[in-house]
Protein backbone atom coordinates (compact mmCIF):
# COMPACT_ATOMS: atom_id res chain seq x y z
CA UNK A 1 0.00 0.00 0.00
CA UNK A 2 1.20 3.64 -0.77
CA UNK A 3 1.25 5.98 2.05
CA UNK A 4 1.85 9.88 1.44
CA UNK A 5 1.36 12.52 4.04
CA UNK A 6 0.32 15.88 3.32
CA UNK A 7 1.48 18.52 5.43
CA UNK A 8 -1.05 21.31 5.57
CA UNK A 9 1.18 24.29 4.94
CA UNK A 10 0.68 27.81 6.03
CA UNK A 11 -2.74 27.87 8.13
CA UNK A 12 -3.38 31.14 7.38
CA UNK A 13 -3.69 30.20 3.63
CA UNK A 14 -5.77 28.43 1.18
CA UNK A 15 -3.59 24.67 2.36
CA UNK A 16 -6.13 23.74 4.97
CA UNK A 17 -9.04 24.20 2.67
CA UNK A 18 -7.76 22.51 -0.33
CA UNK A 19 -6.97 19.58 2.03
CA UNK A 20 -10.47 19.67 2.79
CA UNK A 21 -11.71 19.55 -0.45
CA UNK A 22 -9.67 17.07 -1.66
CA UNK A 23 -11.01 14.22 0.73
CA UNK A 24 -14.37 15.45 -0.31
CA UNK A 25 -13.82 14.89 -3.72
CA UNK A 26 -12.00 11.92 -2.85
CA UNK A 27 -15.11 9.96 -1.26
CA UNK A 28 -17.43 11.59 -3.57
CA UNK A 29 -15.24 10.01 -6.44
CA UNK A 30 -14.81 6.76 -4.78
CA UNK A 31 -10.98 7.66 -5.95
CA UNK A 32 -8.86 6.16 -3.11
CA UNK A 33 -7.12 2.72 -5.28
CA UNK A 34 -5.11 1.40 -2.28
CA UNK A 35 -3.37 4.50 -1.26
CA UNK A 36 -3.25 5.76 2.31
CA UNK A 37 -3.49 9.59 2.82
CA UNK A 38 -3.00 11.32 6.27
CA UNK A 39 -2.22 14.60 7.64
CA UNK A 40 0.32 16.73 9.42
CA UNK A 41 -2.01 20.29 10.27
CA UNK A 42 -4.04 21.15 13.35
CA UNK A 43 -7.40 19.43 14.18
CA UNK A 44 -9.50 23.22 15.03
CA UNK A 45 -8.27 24.49 11.34
CA UNK A 46 -9.15 21.66 9.36
CA UNK A 47 -12.36 21.26 11.62
CA UNK A 48 -13.06 24.87 10.47
CA UNK A 49 -12.99 24.57 7.24
CA UNK A 50 -15.01 21.33 6.92
CA UNK A 51 -17.72 23.24 8.61
CA UNK A 52 -17.25 26.34 6.60
CA UNK A 53 -17.77 24.20 3.42
CA UNK A 54 -20.58 21.79 5.00
CA UNK A 55 -18.78 18.78 3.77
CA UNK A 56 -19.38 15.36 5.38
CA UNK A 57 -16.04 14.80 6.58
CA UNK A 58 -14.36 13.67 10.17
CA UNK A 59 -11.05 13.81 11.51
CA UNK A 60 -9.48 10.71 12.88
CA UNK A 61 -6.61 11.72 15.20
CA UNK A 62 -3.55 9.09 14.49
CA UNK A 63 -0.31 8.58 15.83
CA UNK A 64 2.66 6.50 14.68
CA UNK A 65 2.30 4.17 16.99
CA UNK A 66 -1.40 3.03 16.00
CA UNK A 67 -1.32 4.52 12.03
CA UNK A 68 -3.14 1.38 10.70
CA UNK A 69 -5.55 1.00 12.73
CA UNK A 70 -8.84 0.17 10.66
CA UNK A 71 -10.38 2.89 12.25
CA UNK A 72 -8.86 5.17 10.48
CA UNK A 73 -9.94 3.26 6.33
CA UNK A 74 -13.32 4.99 7.23
CA UNK A 75 -15.25 6.73 4.62
CA UNK A 76 -15.36 10.09 4.69
CA UNK A 77 -12.39 10.54 7.37
CA UNK A 78 -9.37 12.43 7.34
CA UNK A 79 -6.35 10.85 9.54
CA UNK A 80 -4.82 13.51 10.99
CA UNK A 81 -1.53 13.85 13.09
CA UNK A 82 -2.54 16.94 15.09
CA UNK A 83 -0.36 19.79 15.99
CA UNK A 84 -1.82 21.77 18.95
CA UNK A 85 -2.12 25.53 17.66
CA UNK A 86 -2.57 26.51 21.78
CA UNK A 87 -0.69 29.74 22.38
CA UNK A 88 -0.66 30.26 18.96
CA UNK A 89 -2.68 33.52 17.22
CA UNK A 90 -3.57 32.39 13.63
CA UNK A 91 -5.73 35.47 11.52
CA UNK A 92 -6.82 34.21 8.50
CA UNK A 93 -5.03 35.60 5.04
CA UNK A 94 -2.62 37.41 7.03
CA UNK A 95 1.27 36.91 7.40
CA UNK A 96 2.50 36.14 10.98
CA UNK A 97 5.31 34.53 12.86
CA UNK A 98 2.97 32.01 15.03
CA UNK A 99 1.56 30.77 11.71
CA UNK A 100 5.19 30.48 10.31
CA UNK A 101 6.10 28.49 13.29
CA UNK A 102 2.91 26.00 12.55
CA UNK A 103 4.06 25.58 9.10
CA UNK A 104 7.35 24.52 10.26
CA UNK A 105 5.94 22.38 12.73
CA UNK A 106 3.80 20.56 10.42
CA UNK A 107 6.32 19.92 7.70
CA UNK A 108 9.55 18.82 10.27
CA UNK A 109 6.82 16.22 11.65
CA UNK A 110 6.04 15.09 8.18
CA UNK A 111 9.61 14.75 6.67
CA UNK A 112 10.32 12.86 9.82
CA UNK A 113 7.75 10.77 8.92
CA UNK A 114 8.54 10.34 5.50
CA UNK A 115 12.23 10.21 6.25
CA UNK A 116 11.51 7.17 9.19
CA UNK A 117 10.28 5.20 6.94
CA UNK A 118 6.54 5.04 7.74
CA UNK A 119 5.07 7.34 4.83
CA UNK A 120 6.37 6.92 0.59
CA UNK A 121 6.00 10.19 0.00
CA UNK A 122 5.52 13.99 0.85
CA UNK A 123 3.14 16.34 -0.93
CA UNK A 124 3.25 19.82 0.89
CA UNK A 125 0.20 22.62 0.35
CA UNK A 126 1.73 26.22 0.11
CA UNK A 127 3.54 28.32 2.42
CA UNK A 128 4.11 31.60 3.37
CA UNK A 129 8.27 32.62 2.87
CA UNK A 130 7.32 35.50 4.97
CA UNK A 131 5.39 34.18 7.85
CA UNK A 132 8.37 31.34 8.36
CA UNK A 133 10.94 33.74 8.13
CA UNK A 134 9.64 35.87 10.57
CA UNK A 135 9.09 32.90 12.78
CA UNK A 136 13.18 32.78 12.46
CA UNK A 137 13.35 30.03 9.49
CA UNK A 138 15.44 31.57 7.24
CA UNK A 139 14.56 30.04 3.91
CA UNK A 140 13.26 31.13 0.41
CA UNK A 141 10.60 28.19 0.43
CA UNK A 142 10.68 24.21 0.90
CA UNK A 143 12.85 23.73 -1.29
CA UNK A 144 15.82 25.58 0.37
CA UNK A 145 14.33 24.25 3.20
CA UNK A 146 14.53 20.13 2.31
CA UNK A 147 18.24 20.84 0.58
CA UNK A 148 19.66 22.42 3.86
CA UNK A 149 17.54 19.41 5.91
CA UNK A 150 19.10 16.70 3.65
CA UNK A 151 22.46 18.33 3.99
CA UNK A 152 22.26 17.98 -0.79
CA UNK A 153 23.74 20.34 -2.43
CA UNK A 154 22.77 18.41 -5.57
CA UNK A 155 19.21 19.23 -5.98
CA UNK A 156 16.36 21.34 -8.26
CA UNK A 157 12.72 22.66 -8.64
CA UNK A 158 11.16 21.25 -11.65
CA UNK A 159 7.76 22.79 -12.30
CA UNK A 160 5.80 20.50 -14.53
CA UNK A 161 2.61 21.61 -16.45
CA UNK A 162 0.75 19.63 -19.51
CA UNK A 163 3.55 20.68 -22.30
CA UNK A 164 5.42 22.93 -20.22
CA UNK A 165 8.12 21.03 -17.81
CA UNK A 166 10.61 23.45 -16.69
CA UNK A 167 13.96 22.72 -14.23
CA UNK A 168 15.44 25.84 -12.61
CA UNK A 169 18.33 26.55 -12.99
CA UNK A 170 17.78 28.25 -9.59
CA UNK A 171 14.78 29.07 -7.20
CA UNK A 172 13.79 32.03 -5.15
CA UNK A 173 16.58 34.63 -5.96
CA UNK A 174 16.52 38.26 -7.01
CA UNK A 175 17.72 38.56 -10.86
CA UNK A 176 20.85 40.05 -10.57
CA UNK A 177 21.59 37.10 -7.61
CA UNK A 178 20.47 34.56 -10.15
CA UNK A 179 22.72 35.20 -12.97
CA UNK A 180 25.33 34.89 -11.20
CA UNK A 181 24.29 30.97 -10.68
CA UNK A 182 24.73 30.62 -14.74
CA UNK A 183 27.88 28.85 -14.29
CA UNK A 184 29.48 25.66 -16.48
CA UNK A 185 28.62 23.23 -13.44
CA UNK A 186 25.63 24.53 -12.40
CA UNK A 187 24.02 24.30 -15.50
CA UNK A 188 25.66 20.46 -16.23
CA UNK A 189 24.53 19.92 -12.72
CA UNK A 190 20.62 21.02 -14.10
CA UNK A 191 20.54 18.82 -17.48
CA UNK A 192 21.87 15.89 -15.15
CA UNK A 193 19.05 16.15 -13.36
CA UNK A 194 16.63 16.69 -15.70
CA UNK A 195 17.70 13.61 -17.62
CA UNK A 196 17.21 11.45 -13.99
CA UNK A 197 13.85 13.30 -13.72
CA UNK A 198 12.59 11.91 -16.89
CA UNK A 199 12.82 8.44 -15.79
CA UNK A 200 11.51 9.57 -12.11
CA UNK A 201 8.40 11.64 -13.55
CA UNK A 202 7.42 9.91 -16.77
CA UNK A 203 8.56 12.07 -19.79
CA UNK A 204 9.80 10.55 -22.98
CA UNK A 205 11.04 13.46 -24.96
CA UNK A 206 14.13 15.75 -25.21
CA UNK A 207 15.52 17.94 -22.83
CA UNK A 208 16.29 21.61 -23.89
CA UNK A 209 18.36 24.28 -22.24
CA UNK A 210 17.31 27.66 -22.71
CA UNK A 211 19.83 30.43 -23.22
CA UNK A 212 19.95 33.41 -21.01
CA UNK A 213 19.98 36.80 -23.29
CA UNK A 214 17.72 38.30 -25.62
CA UNK A 215 17.88 36.25 -28.99
CA UNK A 216 21.25 33.54 -27.19
CA UNK A 217 23.44 36.71 -26.96
CA UNK A 218 23.47 37.89 -31.21
CA UNK A 219 26.95 36.25 -31.02
CA UNK A 220 28.25 38.46 -28.29
CA UNK A 221 26.13 41.30 -28.79
CA UNK A 222 23.78 41.57 -26.27
CA UNK A 223 26.31 39.19 -23.56
CA UNK A 224 28.61 35.76 -23.79
CA UNK A 225 26.80 33.64 -21.06
CA UNK A 226 25.57 31.27 -24.46
CA UNK A 227 28.89 30.50 -25.88
CA UNK A 228 31.20 30.60 -23.04
CA UNK A 229 28.93 28.82 -20.11
CA UNK A 230 25.09 27.17 -21.27
CA UNK A 231 27.07 25.57 -24.64
CA UNK A 232 29.92 24.11 -22.87
CA UNK A 233 27.76 22.15 -20.10
CA UNK A 234 25.44 21.01 -22.77
CA UNK A 235 28.78 19.72 -24.40
CA UNK A 236 29.37 18.14 -21.48
CA UNK A 237 26.24 16.51 -20.89
CA UNK A 238 26.10 15.07 -24.63
CA UNK A 239 29.66 13.35 -23.90
CA UNK A 240 27.92 11.81 -21.07
CA UNK A 241 25.22 10.27 -23.21
CA UNK A 242 22.53 12.60 -22.33
CA UNK A 243 19.86 13.47 -25.25
CA UNK A 244 20.06 17.49 -24.90
CA UNK A 245 19.96 20.50 -27.23
CA UNK A 246 21.03 24.23 -26.69
CA UNK A 247 21.04 27.06 -25.87
CA UNK A 248 17.83 27.62 -27.36
CA UNK A 249 16.56 30.85 -27.76
CA UNK A 250 14.25 31.72 -24.65
CA UNK A 251 11.27 33.33 -27.04
CA UNK A 252 11.07 30.66 -28.80
CA UNK A 253 11.84 27.25 -26.93
CA UNK A 254 8.08 27.37 -24.95
CA UNK A 255 6.47 27.52 -28.44
CA UNK A 256 8.35 24.86 -29.53
CA UNK A 257 7.35 22.84 -26.05
CA UNK A 258 4.01 23.38 -27.11
CA UNK A 259 4.51 21.93 -30.42
CA UNK A 260 5.97 18.57 -29.03
CA UNK A 261 9.79 19.34 -29.93
CA UNK A 262 10.81 19.32 -26.46
CA UNK A 263 9.47 17.59 -23.06
CA UNK A 264 11.41 19.41 -20.77
CA UNK A 265 13.38 22.55 -20.28
CA UNK A 266 16.24 23.77 -18.07
CA UNK A 267 15.47 27.06 -17.67
CA UNK A 268 18.20 30.07 -16.18
CA UNK A 269 16.35 31.79 -13.78
CA UNK A 270 12.99 31.37 -11.91
CA UNK A 271 10.38 33.91 -14.11
CA UNK A 272 12.02 32.41 -17.46
CA UNK A 273 10.57 29.39 -16.73
CA UNK A 274 7.66 29.87 -14.61
CA UNK A 275 5.50 32.35 -16.77
CA UNK A 276 5.18 29.80 -19.19
CA UNK A 277 4.63 26.97 -17.38
CA UNK A 278 1.85 28.79 -15.45
CA UNK A 279 0.12 30.65 -18.49
CA UNK A 280 -0.37 27.27 -20.23
CA UNK A 281 -0.99 24.82 -16.94
CA UNK A 282 -1.59 26.96 -13.70
CA UNK A 283 -3.76 25.46 -11.07
CA UNK A 284 -3.32 22.10 -11.92
CA UNK A 285 0.77 21.96 -12.43
CA UNK A 286 2.76 20.08 -9.74
CA UNK A 287 6.37 21.32 -8.22
CA UNK A 288 8.55 18.62 -7.82
CA UNK A 289 11.86 18.48 -6.01
CA UNK A 290 14.43 16.36 -7.67
CA UNK A 291 17.75 15.14 -5.80
CA UNK A 292 16.68 14.94 -2.39
CA UNK A 293 16.80 11.05 -0.56
CA UNK A 294 12.58 11.53 -0.22
CA UNK A 295 9.86 11.81 -2.78
CA UNK A 296 8.02 15.36 -2.19
CA UNK A 297 5.47 17.03 -4.70
CA UNK A 298 3.54 20.18 -4.44
CA UNK A 299 1.18 22.47 -5.54
CA UNK A 300 1.67 25.21 -8.12
CA UNK A 301 0.31 28.20 -6.60
CA UNK A 302 1.05 29.97 -3.23
CA UNK A 303 -1.40 30.89 -0.03
CA UNK A 304 -3.49 32.98 -2.26
CA UNK A 305 -4.02 34.69 1.23
CA UNK A 306 -6.77 37.61 -0.44
CA UNK A 307 -9.13 34.11 -0.83
CA UNK A 308 -8.27 32.68 2.25
CA UNK A 309 -11.09 31.80 3.89
CA UNK A 310 -13.62 32.17 1.64
CA UNK A 311 -14.27 28.90 0.45
CA UNK A 312 -13.60 29.49 -3.07
CA UNK A 313 -10.12 27.79 -3.53
CA UNK A 314 -9.37 25.19 -6.04
CA UNK A 315 -7.94 21.87 -5.09
CA UNK A 316 -6.97 21.06 -8.43
CA UNK A 317 -3.17 21.71 -8.47
CA UNK A 318 -3.13 19.42 -4.93
CA UNK A 319 -4.73 17.02 -6.35
CA UNK A 320 -2.44 16.29 -9.41
CA UNK A 321 0.66 16.56 -6.78
CA UNK A 322 -0.35 13.75 -4.96
CA UNK A 323 -1.11 11.91 -8.32
CA UNK A 324 2.54 12.70 -9.22
CA UNK A 325 3.81 11.40 -5.72
CA UNK A 326 2.37 8.20 -6.64
CA UNK A 327 3.35 8.18 -9.82
CA UNK A 328 6.88 8.69 -7.93
CA UNK A 329 6.78 5.61 -5.82
CA UNK A 330 5.07 3.43 -8.96
CA UNK A 331 8.30 4.41 -10.64
CA UNK A 332 10.49 3.88 -8.52
CA UNK A 333 9.88 0.52 -7.42
CA UNK A 334 9.97 -0.92 -10.93
Sequence with gaps: MKKIIISMGDPAGIGPEIIVKFFDELYKKNENSNVFYAVSGSQNILKHYINLLNLDLKLNIITKENLFNNSYFEKNSIALFDVDTKGMDINIGKISKDAGELTMRYLNHAVDLVEEGVFNALVTAPISKDSINKAGYKYSGHTSFLADRFNTKDFAMILKGDKITVLLNSTHLSLKDAIEKVTIDNVYNKIILANKAKEIIGLNGKIAVAGLNPHNGENGLFGTEESTIITPAVERAIKQGVVVEGPIVP?????????????????????????????????????????LPIIRTSVDHGTAFDIAGQGIANCRSLKEAIKMAEKIIKNENK
Design 251 to 291: DTLFVKMLQGKYEIAVVMYHDQGLIPMKMESFGQGVNITIG
